[in-house]
T-cell receptor, first 115, second 117 residues
């Protein structure tokens, strides 16, 4: 079974600075998908960014980018120009490439953004 | 509005009782997933339905059951409730149809917060 590990329970960043959240995963599959979800205080789960394992190019969505290292099974999230609204729990998630497969989540990293 | 509708938003009930949580997926999505998130915890996969059939089971207790109806909405039934069942229950649907398969992430509903007293 696949596992997802987020080793940073909490992180803090100053507004306008850059922060990187770590995620590692364990799988024997070669084709899969990785995601970062954001959960603000409202508790809504919001998709931040996704990465296909077959793509070498790292995904980017505005201020959010990932560093995907397939061999190392690492998938970190970089948030640039941090804003107060970025404060939330961030979950890394893994999904197999099979049809209608489930998401496996890490335990989350709580990000605080300070002035 | 994500397009995934969960009702009710909040539910308070006593131990030993039974409740039903309802989920309507995004239009056209065939897959429905249920997750449980206890306080300050990650999301634990409970069960998945695809086009009316159970597809996968996770750490779902025997006291819990679910089904997906012909109109694709799903219900999660929780019975003999215990204090430890208090949690946020999420439903999510994914972009999968009979003729197309994409591997985007799920779209989550806003959750049902269950409090067992």
């Amino acid at each position: 079974a696949q596992t997802v590990t987020q080793s940073q329970p909490e992180m803090s960043v100053q507004e306008a600075e850059t922060v990187t959240l770590s995620c590692t995963y364990d799988t024997s599959e070669s084709d899969y998908y990785l995601f970062w979800y954001k959960q603000p205080p409202s508790r809504q789960m919001i998709l931040v960014i996704r990465q296909e394992a077959y793509k070498q190019q790292n995904a980017t969505e505005n201020r959010f980018s990932v560093n995907f290292q397939k061999a190392a099974k690492s998938f970190s999230l970089k948030i640039s120009d941090s804003q107060l609204g970025d404060a939330a729990m961030y979950f890394c998630a893994y999904r197999s490439s099979g049809t209608a497969s489930k998401l496996t989540f890490g335990t989350g990293t709580r990000l605080q953004v300070t002035l | 509005d994500s397009g995934v509708t969960q009702t009710p938003k909040h539910l308070i009930t006593a131990t030993g009782q039974r409740v039903t949580l309802r989920c309507s997926p995004r239009s056209g999505d065939l897959s429905v997933y249920w997750y449980q998130q206890s306080l300050d915890q990650g999301l634990q996969f409970l069960i998945q339905y695809y086009n009316g059939e159970e597809r996968a089971k996770g750490n779902i207790l025997e006291r819990f059951s679910a089904q997906q109806f012909p109109d694709l909405h799903s219900e999660l039934n929780l019975s003999s409730l215990e204090l430890g069942d208090s949690a946020l229950y999420f439903c999510a649907s994914s972009v999968e149809t009979v003729t197309a398969f994409t591997n985007y992430g799920y779209t989550f509903g806003s959750g049902t917060r269950l409090t067992v007293v």
